[in-house]
Protein backbone atom coordinates (compact mmCIF):
# COMPACT_ATOMS: atom_id res chain seq x y z
CA UNK A 1 0.00 0.00 0.00
CA UNK A 2 2.68 2.29 0.83
CA UNK A 3 4.42 2.09 -2.34
CA UNK A 4 1.57 2.38 -4.30
CA UNK A 5 1.24 5.43 -2.34
CA UNK A 6 4.25 6.51 -3.10
CA UNK A 7 3.95 6.03 -6.80
CA UNK A 8 0.72 8.24 -6.58
CA UNK A 9 1.83 10.78 -4.70
CA UNK A 10 5.00 11.43 -6.66
CA UNK A 11 2.64 12.11 -9.60
CA UNK A 12 0.83 14.55 -8.13
CA UNK A 13 3.80 16.16 -7.23
CA UNK A 14 5.37 15.96 -10.06
CA UNK A 15 2.23 17.73 -12.20
CA UNK A 16 1.72 20.12 -9.42
CA UNK A 17 5.34 21.06 -10.06
CA UNK A 18 4.67 21.17 -14.04
CA UNK A 19 1.31 22.93 -13.86
CA UNK A 20 3.24 25.69 -11.68
CA UNK A 21 6.29 26.41 -14.26
CA UNK A 22 3.38 28.50 -16.35
CA UNK A 23 2.71 31.53 -13.74
CA UNK A 24 3.70 30.32 -10.30
CA UNK A 25 5.09 30.47 -6.68
CA UNK A 26 7.29 28.03 -5.11
CA UNK A 27 7.95 27.35 -1.48
CA UNK A 28 10.47 24.95 -0.62
CA UNK A 29 10.98 24.10 3.06
CA UNK A 30 13.24 22.19 5.41
CA UNK A 31 11.61 21.90 8.87
CA UNK A 32 12.29 20.32 11.98
CA UNK A 33 9.51 19.31 14.73
CA UNK A 34 10.04 17.79 17.86
CA UNK A 35 7.17 16.85 20.37
CA UNK A 36 8.42 14.48 23.50
CA UNK A 37 7.39 10.87 23.54
CA UNK A 38 5.08 11.47 19.88
CA UNK A 39 7.65 12.37 17.26
CA UNK A 40 10.84 14.08 15.90
CA UNK A 41 10.55 14.83 12.16
CA UNK A 42 12.35 16.19 9.83
CA UNK A 43 10.33 17.80 6.76
CA UNK A 44 11.04 18.73 3.33
CA UNK A 45 8.39 20.55 1.80
CA UNK A 46 7.29 21.85 -1.11
CA UNK A 47 4.28 24.41 -1.88
CA UNK A 48 3.46 26.21 -5.60
CA UNK A 49 1.31 28.55 -6.36
CA UNK A 50 -0.27 28.98 -9.54
CA UNK A 51 -2.47 32.14 -10.42
CA UNK A 52 -5.09 30.96 -13.06
CA UNK A 53 -6.44 34.92 -13.21
CA UNK A 54 -6.19 38.38 -10.71
CA UNK A 55 -8.80 36.19 -8.83
CA UNK A 56 -8.15 32.62 -8.48
CA UNK A 57 -4.91 30.60 -8.18
CA UNK A 58 -4.40 27.05 -7.31
CA UNK A 59 -2.02 25.61 -4.36
CA UNK A 60 -0.63 21.90 -4.40
CA UNK A 61 2.12 20.93 -1.70
CA UNK A 62 3.53 18.14 -0.61
CA UNK A 63 6.12 16.87 1.98
CA UNK A 64 8.28 13.81 2.69
CA UNK A 65 9.58 12.66 6.24
CA UNK A 66 12.62 11.54 6.78
CA UNK A 67 13.02 10.34 10.45
CA UNK A 68 10.28 8.77 12.55
CA UNK A 69 7.12 7.75 10.29
CA UNK A 70 9.01 8.80 7.45
CA UNK A 71 7.84 8.22 3.87
CA UNK A 72 5.57 11.08 1.85
CA UNK A 73 3.36 12.22 4.40
CA UNK A 74 1.24 14.62 3.34
CA UNK A 75 0.03 15.95 0.35
CA UNK A 76 -2.88 18.87 -0.37
CA UNK A 77 -4.55 20.96 -2.68
CA UNK A 78 -6.07 24.64 -2.11
CA UNK A 79 -8.20 26.46 -4.36
CA UNK A 80 -8.29 30.24 -3.59
CA UNK A 81 -10.39 32.57 -4.64
CA UNK A 82 -8.99 36.39 -4.14
CA UNK A 83 -11.49 39.21 -3.13
CA UNK A 84 -9.11 42.55 -3.50
CA UNK A 85 -11.36 44.78 -2.77
CA UNK A 86 -12.40 43.63 0.67
CA UNK A 87 -8.44 42.51 1.56
CA UNK A 88 -9.76 39.14 1.63
CA UNK A 89 -9.18 35.29 0.23
CA UNK A 90 -11.48 32.32 0.23
CA UNK A 91 -9.63 29.01 0.25
CA UNK A 92 -11.27 25.55 0.15
CA UNK A 93 -8.65 23.20 0.98
CA UNK A 94 -8.15 18.87 0.55
CA UNK A 95 -5.42 17.36 2.42
CA UNK A 96 -3.91 13.83 3.07
CA UNK A 97 -1.56 12.81 5.77
CA UNK A 98 0.08 10.16 6.97
CA UNK A 99 1.64 8.31 9.90
CA UNK A 100 3.31 5.05 8.58
CA UNK A 101 4.68 3.83 12.03
CA UNK A 102 1.37 3.93 13.44
CA UNK A 103 -1.07 2.78 10.38
CA UNK A 104 -2.93 5.87 10.47
CA UNK A 105 -4.01 8.38 7.75
CA UNK A 106 -6.15 11.61 8.13
CA UNK A 107 -8.05 12.79 5.20
CA UNK A 108 -9.60 16.77 5.86
CA UNK A 109 -11.62 19.27 4.13
CA UNK A 110 -10.80 23.12 5.12
CA UNK A 111 -12.45 26.00 4.41
CA UNK A 112 -11.22 29.62 5.66
CA UNK A 113 -11.32 33.32 5.11
CA UNK A 114 -8.14 34.98 5.25
CA UNK A 115 -8.18 38.60 5.46
CA UNK A 116 -5.67 41.51 5.58
CA UNK A 117 -6.71 44.77 6.61
CA UNK A 118 -2.69 46.15 6.72
CA UNK A 119 0.47 45.43 5.66
CA UNK A 120 1.58 44.40 9.14
CA UNK A 121 -1.08 41.88 9.92
CA UNK A 122 -2.78 38.60 8.52
CA UNK A 123 -5.62 36.90 9.80
CA UNK A 124 -7.08 32.91 8.68
CA UNK A 125 -10.07 31.87 10.21
CA UNK A 126 -12.47 28.52 9.11
CA UNK A 127 -13.13 25.18 9.95
CA UNK A 128 -11.88 21.91 9.38
CA UNK A 129 -13.62 18.39 8.90
CA UNK A 130 -10.96 15.56 9.62
CA UNK A 131 -11.64 12.28 8.99
CA UNK A 132 -8.71 10.02 10.73
CA UNK A 133 -8.71 6.44 9.41
CA UNK A 134 -7.04 4.04 11.57
CA UNK A 135 -5.38 0.24 11.02
CA UNK A 136 -6.58 1.00 6.94
CA UNK A 137 -5.63 -2.47 5.07
CA UNK A 138 -6.04 -0.54 1.37
CA UNK A 139 -5.10 2.78 -0.22
CA UNK A 140 -8.70 3.30 -0.76
CA UNK A 141 -9.50 2.65 3.05
CA UNK A 142 -6.76 5.31 3.88
CA UNK A 143 -8.52 7.43 1.80
CA UNK A 144 -12.39 7.46 3.20
CA UNK A 145 -14.19 10.26 4.69
CA UNK A 146 -16.33 8.86 7.41
CA UNK A 147 -15.12 7.17 10.29
CA UNK A 148 -16.63 7.05 13.92
CA UNK A 149 -13.95 8.70 15.13
CA UNK A 150 -14.51 12.29 12.69
CA UNK A 151 -14.47 15.66 13.92
CA UNK A 152 -15.07 19.25 13.12
CA UNK A 153 -12.86 21.91 14.67
CA UNK A 154 -11.78 25.43 13.53
CA UNK A 155 -8.45 26.82 11.90
CA UNK A 156 -6.82 29.66 12.46
CA UNK A 157 -3.32 31.82 12.41
CA UNK A 158 -2.71 35.38 13.24
CA UNK A 159 0.64 36.98 11.67
CA UNK A 160 2.10 40.10 12.46
CA UNK A 161 4.68 42.20 11.84
CA UNK A 162 6.43 43.95 14.96
CA UNK A 163 10.26 44.69 13.71
CA UNK A 164 11.25 45.90 10.18
CA UNK A 165 14.81 46.87 8.71
CA UNK A 166 15.88 47.62 5.59
CA UNK A 167 14.86 44.35 3.72
CA UNK A 168 14.37 42.53 6.93
CA UNK A 169 10.98 41.55 8.60
CA UNK A 170 10.24 40.00 11.77
CA UNK A 171 7.02 38.19 12.20
CA UNK A 172 4.93 36.80 15.15
CA UNK A 173 2.55 33.96 14.79
CA UNK A 174 -0.29 32.52 16.86
CA UNK A 175 -2.12 29.68 14.85
CA UNK A 176 -3.12 26.09 14.67
CA UNK A 177 -3.23 26.05 10.39
CA UNK A 178 -0.59 27.25 8.09
CA UNK A 179 1.40 25.27 5.36
CA UNK A 180 -1.04 22.56 5.36
CA UNK A 181 -0.10 21.55 8.93
CA UNK A 182 -3.43 21.37 11.04
CA UNK A 183 -3.39 21.03 14.56
CA UNK A 184 -6.45 20.84 17.23
CA UNK A 185 -7.46 24.65 18.27
CA UNK A 186 -5.98 23.69 21.39
CA UNK A 187 -2.70 23.21 20.49
CA UNK A 188 -2.12 26.85 19.77
CA UNK A 189 1.30 27.42 18.25
CA UNK A 190 3.46 30.31 18.62
CA UNK A 191 6.02 31.31 15.83
CA UNK A 192 8.35 33.99 15.70
CA UNK A 193 9.53 34.43 11.62
CA UNK A 194 12.16 35.98 10.35
CA UNK A 195 12.25 37.21 6.62
CA UNK A 196 14.78 38.41 4.55
CA UNK A 197 13.72 39.56 1.03
CA UNK A 198 16.34 39.33 -1.64
CA UNK A 199 15.07 40.79 -4.52
CA UNK A 200 11.37 41.21 -4.94
CA UNK A 201 10.80 37.97 -6.52
CA UNK A 202 12.73 36.04 -4.16
CA UNK A 203 12.38 35.52 0.28
CA UNK A 204 14.56 33.42 2.36
CA UNK A 205 12.64 32.73 5.91
CA UNK A 206 13.14 31.16 9.22
CA UNK A 207 10.46 29.77 11.51
CA UNK A 208 10.93 29.15 15.14
CA UNK A 209 8.06 28.20 17.38
CA UNK A 210 7.40 26.02 20.17
CA UNK A 211 2.97 25.41 21.23
CA UNK A 212 0.81 25.14 24.36
CA UNK A 213 -1.16 22.24 24.57
CA UNK A 214 -3.44 20.88 27.29
CA UNK A 215 -5.02 24.08 27.71
CA UNK A 216 -8.30 22.26 29.53
CA UNK A 217 -8.78 23.40 32.76
CA UNK A 218 -6.41 25.59 32.79
CA UNK A 219 -3.09 23.94 32.51
CA UNK A 220 -0.34 24.01 30.15
CA UNK A 221 2.34 21.79 28.68
CA UNK A 222 5.26 23.44 26.89
CA UNK A 223 5.85 20.05 25.05
CA UNK A 224 6.23 20.98 21.25
CA UNK A 225 8.95 22.91 19.15
CA UNK A 226 9.29 23.69 15.34
CA UNK A 227 12.31 25.10 13.60
CA UNK A 228 12.11 25.70 9.97
CA UNK A 229 14.34 27.05 6.82
CA UNK A 230 13.16 28.05 4.08
CA UNK A 231 12.62 29.69 0.21
CA UNK A 232 10.07 31.14 -1.51
CA UNK A 233 10.58 32.06 -5.29
CA UNK A 234 7.39 33.86 -7.21
CA UNK A 235 7.69 34.58 -10.91
CA UNK B 1 14.60 36.95 23.73
CA UNK B 2 11.33 39.42 22.04
CA UNK B 3 9.61 36.07 21.02
CA UNK B 4 9.83 34.53 25.05
CA UNK B 5 8.67 37.82 26.08
CA UNK B 6 5.86 37.77 23.47
CA UNK B 7 5.05 33.92 23.70
CA UNK B 8 5.26 34.83 27.86
CA UNK B 9 3.09 37.98 28.24
CA UNK B 10 0.48 36.63 25.70
CA UNK B 11 -0.37 33.50 27.99
CA UNK B 12 0.06 34.85 31.17
CA UNK B 13 -2.45 37.49 30.28
CA UNK B 14 -4.90 34.89 28.78
CA UNK B 15 -4.30 33.12 32.01
CA UNK B 16 -4.47 35.47 34.23
CA UNK B 17 -8.24 36.08 32.96
CA UNK B 18 -9.32 32.89 32.39
CA UNK B 19 -8.66 32.20 36.00
CA UNK B 20 -9.59 35.09 37.49
CA UNK B 21 -11.86 34.39 40.79
CA UNK B 22 -10.69 30.79 40.47
CA UNK B 23 -9.08 28.96 43.42
CA UNK B 24 -6.03 28.09 41.27
CA UNK B 25 -2.56 29.02 41.52
CA UNK B 26 -1.55 31.20 38.37
CA UNK B 27 2.37 30.53 38.24
CA UNK B 28 1.27 26.44 39.19
CA UNK B 29 -1.05 26.69 36.05
CA UNK B 30 1.87 27.90 33.70
CA UNK B 31 4.76 26.51 34.89
CA UNK B 32 3.93 22.62 37.30
CA UNK B 33 5.56 19.81 38.13
CA UNK B 34 5.87 18.36 34.17
CA UNK B 35 4.62 15.00 33.40
CA UNK B 36 8.15 13.87 33.19
CA UNK B 37 8.85 14.75 36.62
CA UNK B 38 5.77 12.85 37.76
CA UNK B 39 6.02 10.15 36.05
CA UNK B 40 9.68 9.61 37.74
CA UNK B 41 8.59 10.58 40.39
CA UNK B 42 5.68 7.58 40.42
CA UNK B 43 8.25 4.80 39.59
CA UNK B 44 10.90 6.14 41.29
CA UNK B 45 10.26 3.27 44.07
CA UNK B 46 10.22 6.26 47.23
CA UNK B 47 5.99 5.97 46.88
CA UNK B 48 4.18 2.85 48.14
CA UNK B 49 2.57 1.24 44.91
CA UNK B 50 -0.78 0.38 44.76
CA UNK B 51 -1.34 -3.94 45.30
CA UNK B 52 -3.64 -6.24 43.57
CA UNK B 53 -6.95 -5.68 45.35
CA UNK B 54 -7.98 -9.07 46.81
CA UNK B 55 -11.77 -10.08 45.44
CA UNK B 56 -13.54 -12.27 47.36
CA UNK B 57 -15.48 -14.32 43.94
CA UNK B 58 -12.76 -14.40 41.24
CA UNK B 59 -15.09 -15.59 38.54
CA UNK B 60 -17.64 -12.94 39.57
CA UNK B 61 -16.62 -9.29 40.59
CA UNK B 62 -17.98 -5.36 39.79
CA UNK B 63 -15.98 -2.18 39.88
CA UNK B 64 -16.88 0.70 38.97
CA UNK B 65 -15.43 3.81 37.58
CA UNK B 66 -15.63 7.43 37.61
CA UNK B 67 -14.20 11.00 37.55
CA UNK B 68 -14.34 14.26 38.66
CA UNK B 69 -15.55 14.35 42.23
CA UNK B 70 -13.59 17.63 42.50
CA UNK B 71 -14.40 18.09 46.06
CA UNK B 72 -14.63 22.19 47.66
CA UNK B 73 -14.36 22.30 51.46
CA UNK B 74 -18.38 23.07 51.44
CA UNK B 75 -19.12 20.86 48.14
CA UNK B 76 -22.22 18.35 48.43
CA UNK B 77 -20.97 15.90 46.32
CA UNK B 78 -22.63 12.60 44.41
CA UNK B 79 -20.80 9.80 46.71
CA UNK B 80 -23.15 10.09 49.15
CA UNK B 81 -25.50 7.75 46.49
CA UNK B 82 -22.57 6.37 45.10
CA UNK B 83 -22.34 4.69 48.82
CA UNK B 84 -25.89 3.24 48.53
CA UNK B 85 -25.09 1.42 45.38
CA UNK B 86 -22.13 0.23 46.40
CA UNK B 87 -23.82 -2.29 49.35
CA UNK B 88 -26.99 -2.46 46.65
CA UNK B 89 -25.24 -3.65 43.56
CA UNK B 90 -22.09 -5.70 45.61
CA UNK B 91 -19.21 -3.44 43.81
CA UNK B 92 -15.98 -4.86 45.15
CA UNK B 93 -13.92 -2.17 44.53
CA UNK B 94 -14.14 1.46 42.64
CA UNK B 95 -11.61 3.49 40.68
CA UNK B 96 -11.55 7.34 40.61
CA UNK B 97 -9.94 8.58 37.26
CA UNK B 98 -8.89 12.23 38.63
CA UNK B 99 -9.78 15.70 39.60
CA UNK B 100 -10.59 14.31 42.82
CA UNK B 101 -10.20 17.90 44.47
CA UNK B 102 -11.23 21.38 42.84
CA UNK B 103 -8.43 23.08 43.35
CA UNK B 104 -5.87 21.34 44.48
CA UNK B 105 -5.90 22.14 48.11
CA UNK B 106 -4.50 20.40 50.98
CA UNK B 107 -7.41 20.83 52.84
CA UNK B 108 -9.71 19.14 50.34
CA UNK B 109 -7.17 16.50 49.75
CA UNK B 110 -7.49 15.86 53.22
CA UNK B 111 -11.27 15.85 52.69
CA UNK B 112 -11.59 13.99 49.75
CA UNK B 113 -9.19 10.89 51.27
CA UNK B 114 -11.68 10.38 54.09
CA UNK B 115 -14.62 10.81 52.21
CA UNK B 116 -13.20 8.06 49.51
CA UNK B 117 -11.68 5.89 52.63
CA UNK B 118 -15.47 5.95 54.19
CA UNK B 119 -16.87 4.78 50.99
CA UNK B 120 -15.76 1.05 52.77
CA UNK B 121 -14.41 -0.84 49.76
CA UNK B 122 -10.62 -0.70 48.47
CA UNK B 123 -10.16 1.98 45.58
CA UNK B 124 -7.11 3.28 43.29
CA UNK B 125 -6.98 6.94 41.85
CA UNK B 126 -4.92 8.38 39.43
CA UNK B 127 -4.25 12.10 39.16
CA UNK B 128 -6.13 15.14 36.86
CA UNK B 129 -5.55 18.45 35.97
CA UNK B 130 -7.18 19.98 39.11
CA UNK B 131 -5.29 18.02 41.37
CA UNK B 132 -2.14 20.48 40.13
CA UNK B 133 -3.30 23.36 40.95
CA UNK B 134 -1.17 23.72 43.68
CA UNK B 135 2.50 23.58 44.77
CA UNK B 136 4.20 23.19 47.23
CA UNK B 137 2.61 23.02 51.07
CA UNK B 138 -0.56 24.69 49.55
CA UNK B 139 -1.12 21.16 47.61
CA UNK B 140 -0.87 20.09 44.24
CA UNK B 141 1.19 17.28 43.27
CA UNK B 142 3.56 16.94 46.39
CA UNK B 143 0.18 16.48 48.20
CA UNK B 144 -0.85 13.78 45.98
CA UNK B 145 2.19 11.53 46.57
CA UNK B 146 1.68 11.74 50.07
CA UNK B 147 -2.49 11.22 50.27
CA UNK B 148 -2.30 8.58 47.32
CA UNK B 149 1.38 7.39 46.45
CA UNK B 150 2.00 7.46 42.63
CA UNK B 151 0.33 8.56 39.29
CA UNK B 152 1.36 6.09 37.21
CA UNK B 153 1.10 2.48 38.19
CA UNK B 154 -0.40 -0.87 36.81
CA UNK B 155 -2.27 -3.71 38.61
CA UNK B 156 -3.65 -6.85 37.84
CA UNK B 157 -7.03 -7.75 39.51
CA UNK B 158 -8.20 -11.44 39.72
CA UNK B 159 -5.55 -12.46 37.26
CA UNK B 160 -7.95 -11.64 35.05
CA UNK B 161 -8.41 -7.77 34.19
CA UNK B 162 -5.46 -5.57 34.12
CA UNK B 163 -5.57 -1.78 35.15
CA UNK B 164 -2.66 0.33 33.91
CA UNK B 165 -3.13 4.31 34.83
CA UNK B 166 -1.27 6.88 33.23
CA UNK B 167 -0.74 10.65 34.26
CA UNK B 168 -2.31 12.61 31.85
CA UNK B 169 -3.27 15.31 34.09
CA UNK B 170 -1.41 18.11 32.07
CA UNK B 171 -2.96 17.62 29.16
CA UNK B 172 -0.13 15.16 27.74
CA UNK B 173 1.44 11.57 28.15
CA UNK B 174 5.34 12.48 27.70
CA UNK B 175 8.15 10.75 26.38
CA UNK B 176 9.24 7.90 29.62
CA UNK B 177 5.29 7.60 29.75
CA UNK B 178 4.93 6.40 26.49
CA UNK B 179 7.72 3.71 26.94
CA UNK B 180 6.24 2.28 29.90
CA UNK B 181 3.19 2.07 28.80
CA UNK B 182 4.30 0.09 25.41
CA UNK B 183 6.35 -2.39 27.80
CA UNK B 184 3.63 -2.61 29.93
CA UNK B 185 1.05 -3.67 27.02
CA UNK B 186 3.30 -6.23 26.05
CA UNK B 187 1.95 -8.70 29.12
CA UNK B 188 -1.38 -9.78 28.06
CA UNK B 189 -4.11 -10.63 29.96
CA UNK B 190 -7.35 -11.29 29.22
CA UNK B 191 -8.70 -7.71 29.78
CA UNK B 192 -6.57 -4.69 30.17
CA UNK B 193 -8.19 -1.48 30.64
CA UNK B 194 -5.89 1.92 30.56
CA UNK B 195 -7.39 4.59 32.86
CA UNK B 196 -6.29 7.84 32.93
CA UNK B 197 -7.91 11.52 33.15
CA UNK B 198 -7.77 12.73 29.79
CA UNK B 199 -10.12 11.35 26.79
CA UNK B 200 -8.09 10.85 23.19
CA UNK B 201 -12.14 11.61 21.57
CA UNK B 202 -14.89 14.07 22.79
CA UNK B 203 -17.20 13.02 19.25
CA UNK B 204 -17.90 15.21 16.25
CA UNK B 205 -17.64 18.92 17.45
CA UNK B 206 -15.11 18.61 20.49
CA UNK B 207 -14.27 21.06 23.08
CA UNK B 208 -10.99 21.82 24.73
CA UNK B 209 -11.61 18.46 26.89
CA UNK B 210 -9.86 15.60 25.02
CA UNK B 211 -6.19 15.39 24.63
CA UNK B 212 -5.25 18.23 22.49
CA UNK B 213 -1.73 16.99 20.16
CA UNK B 214 -3.35 15.58 17.51
CA UNK B 215 -0.18 13.39 17.41
CA UNK B 216 -0.41 11.97 20.69
CA UNK B 217 -3.69 11.08 20.44
CA UNK B 218 -3.09 9.01 17.07
CA UNK B 219 0.07 7.55 18.97
CA UNK B 220 -1.86 6.04 21.17
CA UNK B 221 -4.69 4.86 19.76
CA UNK B 222 -2.60 2.66 17.18
CA UNK B 223 -0.60 1.51 20.44
CA UNK B 224 -4.05 0.65 22.12
CA UNK B 225 -5.36 -1.11 18.91
CA UNK B 226 -1.95 -2.76 18.49
CA UNK B 227 -1.69 -4.52 22.12
CA UNK B 228 -5.64 -5.73 21.53
CA UNK B 229 -6.60 -3.01 24.73
CA UNK B 230 -9.89 -3.90 25.82
CA UNK B 231 -10.73 -0.08 26.97
CA UNK B 232 -9.85 3.43 27.27
CA UNK B 233 -11.09 4.43 30.14
CA UNK B 234 -11.16 8.43 31.53
CA UNK B 235 -13.12 11.05 32.91
CA UNK B 236 -12.50 14.76 32.72
CA UNK B 237 -15.43 15.81 30.18
CA UNK B 238 -18.61 15.68 33.39
CA UNK B 239 -20.94 13.32 30.75
CA UNK B 240 -20.96 9.72 29.67
CA UNK B 241 -19.77 8.71 26.75
CA UNK B 242 -19.00 5.45 24.59
CA UNK B 243 -17.01 4.98 21.72
CA UNK B 244 -15.04 2.45 19.69
CA UNK B 245 -12.39 2.66 17.46
CA UNK B 246 -11.35 -0.66 15.98
CA UNK B 247 -11.52 -3.17 18.64
CA UNK B 248 -10.71 -1.21 20.98
CA UNK B 249 -13.19 0.46 23.56
CA UNK B 250 -13.34 4.74 24.53
CA UNK B 251 -15.55 5.32 27.58
CA UNK B 252 -16.15 8.51 29.33
CA UNK B 253 -17.24 7.61 32.86
CA UNK B 254 -19.48 10.62 33.89
CA UNK B 255 -18.61 12.88 36.27
CA UNK B 256 -19.25 12.60 40.06
CA UNK B 257 -19.28 16.45 40.48
CA UNK B 258 -23.04 17.40 40.51
CA UNK B 259 -22.24 20.94 38.79
CA UNK B 260 -21.40 22.05 35.70
CA UNK B 261 -22.27 18.99 33.57
CA UNK B 262 -20.90 18.66 30.01
CA UNK B 263 -24.10 16.22 28.82
CA UNK B 264 -26.08 14.25 30.60
CA UNK B 265 -26.34 13.40 34.59
CA UNK B 266 -23.75 12.63 36.89
CA UNK B 267 -22.96 8.67 36.47
CA UNK B 268 -20.07 6.54 36.76
CA UNK B 269 -18.92 3.30 34.81
CA UNK B 270 -20.57 -0.15 36.23
CA UNK B 271 -18.19 -2.98 35.05
CA UNK B 272 -18.83 -6.74 35.73
CA UNK B 273 -16.39 -9.71 35.86
CA UNK B 274 -18.61 -12.51 35.00
CA UNK B 275 -16.79 -16.41 34.64
CA UNK B 276 -14.47 -14.70 31.74
CA UNK B 277 -16.73 -12.11 30.24
CA UNK B 278 -16.45 -8.40 31.48
CA UNK B 279 -19.11 -6.02 30.31
CA UNK B 280 -19.98 -2.19 31.28
CA UNK B 281 -22.90 -0.02 32.04
CA UNK B 282 -23.57 3.59 32.95
CA UNK B 283 -25.22 4.06 36.20
CA UNK B 284 -26.99 7.73 36.29
CA UNK B 285 -26.69 9.56 39.64
CA UNK B 286 -28.97 12.41 40.69
CA UNK B 287 -28.00 16.09 39.76
CA UNK B 288 -28.19 18.58 42.43
Known amino acids: MRKTFSILAYLFLLIALGICQAQAGHEFVSTHTYEGGVTDRVLLEYYGNMKLSSFFALQAGGRVNLIDNWGLNLLGISAVLSLPWIMSDLSLSLQHERWESWETTENRALFYWSFYPFSALETLVGIAYRAPQFAPSTLLQSLGWSTLDQEMGVVYRFRFRFFSIHNLSFYGMAWNYDHMRLFTYDNIQFSIQPELTLDPSLKLFGWIGTAVKGVSGGLVSWEQTMFSVGMRYDL | ?288
Open chain 2, 1 to 288: MIYSFFTFLLVTILFAIANSGCGKNLITVLFHPSVEERFTTSLSGKLTQPTPIRVANQNFFQFAMFGDVQIQSENKNTLTQFKTDVTSRNIDFFVVLGDLTEDGTTDEFTKIKADLDSVGIPYYATIGNHDLFQQGSSGGWGTWQSTFGPATYSVTVAQAVRFIFLDSASGDIGPSQFSWLETQLKTSTPFTIVGTHYPIYDGFTPLIWRLASTEERYKLTDLLMKYQVTAYVAGHIHGYKENKIGSVNHLITGSMFPYTLDYGNPSYALFTYDHGNLSWQQILLPSQ
